[in-house]
């Protein structure tokens, strides 16, 4: 992964004493908007490891931001399935790979094979460090430029 170096972005130090005059609520509202931004790629890279035979839960994959109280006052985001509109994930633990046999009761014994979900994570995540990155880091720097310029004219 390559390491943008955030510092040569045009108007950082400007920026900087500007957010240092900010309320907390405006500063956490601004780190949420990049944070959201960076993970559009990753939601996107999420949901097409995740199965698409049937049902919604690639389809509801969500950008989702934790509460204050139980991120400690720090701006934090999640990228999940859950409920997005129509699309419905709450079977989401439920679901198994094609072609699992399934325990010998008559309901199917699914413990220990419902490896979907956290498989298409553990993927995900090992695709963020080279193509996903590379892929963000442009679209941020534009991003992180137009806020400077937005907040320089307050």
Not at 24 to 41: H, I, P, Y
Not at 87 to 109: C, D, E, I, Q
Not at 131 to 141: F, L, P, Q, V
């Amino acid at each position: 992964m390559a390491n943008l170096n955030i510092t040569e972005v045009e108007g950082f130090d400007t920026l900087n004493t500007k957010l240092k005059k900010l309320s907390d609520s405006v500063k956490r509202k601004e780190v949420l908007g990049v944070q959201r931004q960076l993970a559009k790629t990753v939601k996107k890279a999420y949901a097409s490891n995740l199965p698409v035979d049937s049902g919604t839960l690639s389809k509801s994959v969500a950008i989702k931001t934790v509460s204050i109280r139980k991120s400690g006052g720090n701006p934090q985001i999640t990228v999940e399935p859950g409920k997005s509109g129509r699309n419905n994930a709450y079977y989401k633990f439920m679901v198994v790979p094609k072609g699992t046999v399934l325990g010998s009761n008559k309901r199917g014994s699914r413990s220990g094979k419902t490896t979907v979900v956290p498989n298409a994570r553990n993927k995900t995540l090992s695709q963020i460090g080279s193509s996903i990155s590379a892929e963000s880091e442009t679209k941020m720097a534009k991003y992180i430029q137009t806020k400077i310029n937005k907040l320089s004219t307050l």
